[in-house]
């Protein structure tokens, strides 16, 4: 198996299930580029050579797993947007008389936090032998700060009102602050626009979890021809969530970054700038390179199975395209 993968594009991994997609990316690519810049030290998958890894600064497997392991941590905490929601805090008047600073609204930070429940909010019950519970804690009342700091309100929202808002009521909040508005518009650019802001990492699904890791990378000026590899990240996800999320992927490979997706979902690949397909079958009738290149190029290669149920949607593009420039409805 010889694949080529295009830099600053989109190139996707298809494939029926066991054909070598995460064999190839998971265990080789991703493992040996690491290896190369001298961050990884377990196995790497069989391979004879790996060419072009100067071209990329770093590679990120942005993945499923949680974004944190405690209440504490939250979509809002994650991409950095709540040390700017805590100085709009502490610079109120309010906070000014009482002494408050900035750290006060921290829920990492003894200080303000509630002494009792940490900042998290609830109280883990351990069961012996079930699944740890967690309860509102009675101290603050699942609020995670202490009186003071609740009695500290910002356009008349305290700091716990401001974490149960949704991004989308949070956006338009705080529509007078650009630093919390860009960080909080890139959430709602992926999808996620219907999280509250300080919803727990521990209630957040893999996909969003993901999703929230897209964001933070987007939010940051200082990746640059760093390839990022995503695998499935449409899962569960409706279709007009996957428009954002494409558009996101754009929004990467703008800032110079190239994007390697393991994927199924046909809206996806049919987006993509290159295609590596893999088959023809599963287990030991796998591992071999069906077809590589653009989506139209991979609808003509009569052995791909992406190839055949993607040229009806590519079909269906091309005349919907033909409707829209000929003014018609």
């Known amino acids: 198996m010889d694949v080529e993968i295009p830099m600053n594009m989109l190139t996707c991994v298809t494939g029926v299930s066991g054909s070598g997609k995460s064999t190839l990316v998971h265990d080789v690519l991703y493992a040996a580029i690491k290896r190369r810049k001298g961050a990884w030290d377990k196995r790497v998958g069989v391979h004879d050579d790996l060419e072009g890894v100067e071209l990329v600064s770093d590679v990120t497997l942005v993945d499923q797993t949680p974004i944190g392991r405690t209440p504490r941590s939250n979509p809002v905490t994650y991409i950095k947007a709540f040390d700017a929601i805590r100085e709009l805090f502490s610079k109120t008047k309010a906070a000014r008389d009482a002494g408050l600073t900035a750290s006060h609204f921290s829920f990492n930070i003894a200080g303000g936090r509630c002494d009792v429940c940490e900042g998290e909010g609830v109280i883990r019950v351990e069961m012996q032998f079930l699944a740890d519970v967690f309860v509102p804690c009675d101290e603050c009342d699942g609020r995670r700060f202490k009186k003071k700091v609740l009695d500290v309100t910002y356009r008349g929202r305290s700091v716990d009102a401001v974490l149960q808002m949704t991004v989308r009521e949070a956006l ?72 954002k999320l494409l558009s996101a992927f754009r929004k990467l490979l703008q800032a110079g970054n190239s994007l390697l997706v393991i994927e199924h979902n046909l809206d996806v690949i049919k987006s993509a700038d290159w295609i590596i397909d893999l088959g023809p079958e599963g287990g030991e009738n796998g591992g071999l390179v069906v077809a590589e290149g653009t989506p139209e190029e991979i609808v003509e290669s009569p052995g791909s199975h992406t190839g055949r149920y993607l040229k009806p949607i590519l079909e269906a593009s091309r005349v919907q395209v033909g409707l829209d420039s000929s003014g018609r409805d």
Do not use: C, W
């Open 172 to 243: 338009s909040f705080f529509s007078t602050s650009p630093r919390v508005v860009r960080r909080l518009r890139l959430l709602e650019e992926v999808g996620l626009g219907y999280l509250r802001l300080g919803q727990p990492a521990t209630t957040l699904s893999g996909g969003e979890a993901q999703r929230i890791k897209i964001a933070s990378h987007l939010s940051s000026k200082k990746t640059e021809r760093a390839l990022y590899i995503l695998d499935e990240p449409t899962t569960g996800l409706h279709f007009d969530d996957i428009a």
